[in-house]
């Protein structure tokens, strides 16, 4: 599979953004679909992911109550609504898949990255 992600911008902090990541191919329904990101100097962590076959979501604690995981699987799309952003959520934000395996958080279990999507909170 491959994973197209968009909707990144410069904001202003408490501002909100909607990240999206297409994805190509007639399985997406089959897929764990994570959001991760990696900010300059720093190792790619975990954000949310959303199950292949449940309605399942789990998030980093840095973003619960205020980032969206939410998947549409007859447009091939997960997305990432990003609210009350941050400074710290400045970072470039990656799409990543697994197939038919459950969520996890873990970098190296995915098997498919889109190519990252920049978003900068400004203070």
């Known amino acids: 599979v491959q994973l197209q992600a968009s909707g990144g911008g410069l904001v202003q902090a408490g501002d909100s953004l909607r990240l999206a990541c297409v994805a190509s191919?007639?399985?997406?329904?089959?897929?764990?679909m994570g959001w991760f990101r990696q900010a300059p100097g720093k190792e790619r962590e975990f954000v949310a992911a959303?199950?292949?076959?449940?309605?399942?979501?789990y998030y980093a604690d840095f973003v619960k109550g205020r980032f969206t995981i939410s998947r549409d699987d007859a447009k091939n799309t997960v997305y990432l609504q990003m609210n009350s952003l941050k400074p710290e959520d400045t970072a470039v934000y990656y799409c990543?898949?697994?197939?038919?395996?459950?969520?996890?958080?873990?970098?190296?279990?995915?098997?498919?990255w889109g190519q990252g999507t920049q978003v900068t909170v400004s203070s």
């Open positions: 959303a199950n292949w076959n449940t309605e399942l979501t």
């Open positions: 191919g007639r399985t997406f329904s089959s897929y764990t």
């Open positions: 990543a898949a697994r197939f038919r395996e459950p969520i996890t958080t873990i970098v190296s279990f995915y098997n498919y």
